[in-house]
């Protein structure tokens, strides 16, 4: 099954920067593709998170927090589309927060912060390492998802919006998976 993977922390403030369609190009071998600028990356080859994971911190210049997620889990969430609601429609952003693991224990939900009327941050749905969290601009201190949720919940996280995950089922529906050879060097396409 193809993987997508989160990088945490990249392309923001100067720090951790790299160009990701280069990071792509490099890992041609796993049928990688880029979306976007905030590392956030198609797997298409059905390999192992652990070799997955050793391509991409390979490759890197700096040390990264990789969240890996298998394909069908994305596909999965963006069916279930957990901003379908009144209270999301109503929200001026939705982002997913992707959990570095699963939680243990459920939270009760749905959570807002700060609680009340004026909420900025309201977490309405987990799905698996997914947290769907909405957003309002109320007031003048600014609250973020990610910040919001990893307190909240004590797992690191890294979050997008939810267009980018549209755009990740996209590039997994057009293209097909791939299976490693024996060597797990180069990529020799699925037929069905």
């Known amino acids: 099954m193809p993987s997508v993977v989160f990088i945490r922390g990249v392309n923001v403030g100067g720090h ?34 652990a070799t997955i994971r050793r391509a991409f911190l390979k490759r890197l210049s700096f040390d990264a927090q990789l969240m890996i997620c298998p394909a069908r889990d994305v596909i ?28 243990r224990k459920r939270p009760r939900l749905p959570f807002y912060v700060p609680e009340g009327r004026n909420w900025q941050v309201g977490v309405t749905a987990i799905h698996g390492q997914f947290v769907a969290a909405l957003f309002r601009r109320v007031g003048k201190n600014v609250l973020y998802p990610n910040q919001v949720v990893e307190k909240w919940l004590g797992v690191a996280t890294t979050t997008r919006g939810w267009p980018t995950l549209l755009k990740v089922r996209q590039a997994l529906e057009r293209g097909p998976a791939i299976t490693m050879n024996a060597k797990g060097a180069k990529p020799a396409k699925k037929t069905t």
Do not use: M, W
């Open 16 to 49: 951790n920067v790299f160009r990701p369609s280069v990071l792509a190009t490099q890992l041609a071998d796993l049928g990688v593709v880029s979306i976007g600028a905030v590392g956030t990356f198609v797997v298409r080859a059905e390999a192992d998170h």
């Open 76 to 103: 999965d969430l963006v069916n279930l589309d957990p901003f379908s609601s009144d209270i999301a429609r109503k929200a001026d952003a939705h982002y997913v927060c992707v959990l570095e693991q699963r939680l």
